[in-house]
Each structure stands twice: as structure tokens, then as C-alpha cells.
């Protein structure tokens, strides 16, 4: 079984390009993370959010990256952090093409 975290956070940029340059390093530490298979990066300039779609191989590492990066989200001055975690049925998802 697999877990995704959903994580969102009030964000004023930067965005797109200028977001990949910025966040590149970041990026590349996220990928070293015990467990993760993957993440999808989120934004949202209109409102004023961006987060991330995460999918773990267990669940003690998606707990483990979520206290982890509230803590350095923090530390950066986000004001909150919203965060859920859920068990993925992989069975049901490969039916509809999710790459789990």
C-alpha cells in the first residue's frame, strides 16, 4: 500500500519559471527523501497558494516528510500549513492510469 499527502500553504510567489529557479534545490533535496516515489508541485497565483501532491511507499516516511517540512515551511514564515494523509488503493488506481 502507498499514502499521499496533500499539503497546501498561503504562498505570494514566485511563480512558474521563475518558481523552478527558485525552488530548484529544494526540489532535488525533496527527491532524496526515504520513501517518497514522487510529488507533484502545486500553484495557485490567484489564490495565492501552492503545495505539493506526494505519494510515499509507507506510511511512518509520509509522517516523518510532513513534520519535517511543516517545521521548514514554518521556519520560512508560512503562517499554516494544511496537510492530510491518505492510504491509496493501488489496485483501483492503476484501473484509472495513476502511477502508482
Do not use: C
Amino acid at each position: 500500500m502507498t499514502y499521499l499527502l496533500q499539503v497546501d500553504f498561503p504562498y505570494q510567489g514566485p511563480w512558474g519559471d521563475a518558481m523552478t529557479t527558485a525552488m530548484t534545490a529544494l526540489a532535488e533535496s525533496i527527491a532524496q527523501e526515504p520513501g517518497l516515489l514522487w510529488k507533484l508541485w502545486t500553484e495557485n497565483p490567484i489564490t495565492g497558494e501552492a503545495g505539493g501532491i506526494y505519494l510515499f511507499s509507507d506510511l511512518p516516511s509520509a509522517e516523518a516528510y510532513l513534520a519535517m517540512h511543516s517545521a521548514r515551511l514554518k521556519s520560512f514564515g508560512v503562517p499554516e500549513v494544511h496537510a492530510k494523509i491518505f492510504a491509496v488503493n493501488d489496485a483501483l488506481s492503476r484501473i484509472d492510469r495513476a502511477p502508482v
